[in-house]
């Protein structure tokens, strides 16, 4: 997907056990990433959906300080070695 500068993107995660079950983490994270790695954004605490036991979001507004067209890499960490890994585009 491409996104403006200046919108809002809820960035989304449900995380699951082995069985399909919502399995709360101990810790959860979500960082934003450059393809040349650098660390962009971070919410050491995203917001627990209402009424869920495990679906998370964070709210992120692309500054203008990424003022031309490249793809961002979105990372979800949680307890143990778990990883979920999204991209987006994002165009001036």
């Known amino acids: 997907m491409k996104y403006i500068i200046?919108?809002?993107i809820r960035l989304k995660a449900t995380i699951k056990n082995l069985l399909g079950v919502e399995d709360a983490?101990?810790?959860?994270?979500?960082?934003i990433y450059t393809l040349n790695g650098t660390e962009i954004y971070e919410d050491t605490t995203p917001t627990l959906s209402a009424g869920t036991t495990a679906q998370y979001y964070s709210d992120y507004e692309i500054?203008?300080?990424?003022?031309?067209?490249?793809q961002l890499t979105v990372i979800w960490?949680?307890?143990g070695?778990?990883?979920k890994r999204m991209y987006f585009i994002i165009i001036p």
Not at 25 to 31: D, F, T, W
Not at 63 to 70: I, K, M, W
């Open 6 to 8: 200046g919108d809002t």
């Open 63 to 70: 500054p203008a300080s990424l003022a031309t067209e490249q």
């Open 81 to 83: 070695p778990h990883k």
């Open 25 to 31: 983490p101990a810790s959860i994270s979500v960082k």
């Open 77 to 79: 960490e949680w307890s």
